[in-house]
């Protein structure tokens, strides 16, 4: 998990009073930012924050320091390691986007979530196969998960439209999808040279932002000035009103990407 406001420091710090143990697994950026004197201050009983992995891999390092409760305990954490390679394989996106073990495995959990209680997902993980085959309720789900996503391509193909940066040479591509932003991004970057998409999902009012493989923007610095967060190739923010408007949304990301523009220029001339 991640956080902004240094008051959850304290609410941490309290549960620690009380004599919870609290651990801190994270990679997102303002994590990594955050001062190590903040985080000691905090008396975690331990954490990793480090960039390099998923947070679901830096976990499952984390876990196999830690003395096994049981040796069945063990085995099972070991028989899990290619289902939490295949998690951090879809986090930090290593596919491109190609469907393989780990977008089938991701967009089955991700239909599972949506349609049921939440947990779902979460059981049949539990259950899976040390070569993390997926189970005939995974299988389903996978294939639901197709259907929808080829919906939400469709709609993204439909309401796109291209907006140009002409001092920047980019693009700003914008459209609204339904679900699955991630591999819809994906698909429309393909028709980007250095360009930015921004999807709206209509399912939850959040926007997501996706980048063509030459563009340097950094997505994570321009959702944080818009409230949200991220990595550098893929971010998300929210508005306060939940509706899909161009004329609303369109000029506080330019002003984000002509803001940050703006400080790199003046950063580099600094260093030289």
């Not at 028989?79 to 190609?98: I, N, P």
Request: aromatic share 8%; glycine share 6%.
């Amino acid at each position: 998990m991640a956080w902004k406001d240094n008051k959850t420091d304290l609410l941490l710090h309290q549960l620690i009073e009380q004599g919870w143990r609290v651990f801190w697994i994270d990679h997102h950026r303002n994590a990594i930012e955050k001062p190590k004197s903040e985080i000691e201050n905090i008396n975690l009983t331990g954490y990793t924050i480090s960039p390099e992995y998923a947070a679901s891999y830096l976990l499952f390092d984390f876990l196999n320091t830690l003395p096994q409760i049981s040796p069945s305990a063990g085995k099972w954490l070991s028989s899990f390691e290619k289902t939490v390679k295949l998690a951090d394989e879809h986090d930090r996106w290593l596919h491109d986007g190609k469907e393989g073990h780990a977008m089938q495995l991701a967009l089955a959990i991700e239909q599972l979530a949506r349609h049921g209680s939440g947990l779902e997902g979460y059981h049949e993980l539990l259950d899976i196969s040390e070569d993390a085959t997926l189970t005939p309720k995974l299988l389903s789900a996978y294939k639901n998960a197709k259907k929808e996503l080829e919906k939400s391509l469709l709609m993204a193909q439909n309401s796109k439209v291209e907006y140009i940066l002409d001092d920047l040479n980019l693009t700003i591509l914008y459209a609204k999808c339904n679900k699955y932003s991630s591999q819809v991004g994906n698909t429309l970057k393909a028709s980007l040279d250095n360009g930015i998409i921004v999807l709206f999902s209509e399912s939850d009012g959040r926007y997501s932002l996706r980048k063509s493989n030459s563009c340097k923007v950094n997505l994570a610095n321009i959702a944080t000035l818009l409230g949200g967060g991220g990595h550098p190739s893929a971010a998300g923010f929210q508005l306060s009103t939940q509706e899909y408007n161009p004329s609303d949304f369109l000029p506080k990301i330019e002003a984000a990407i002509k803001t940050l523009h703006t400080s790199h220029k003046l950063n580099h001339v600094a260093q030289v």
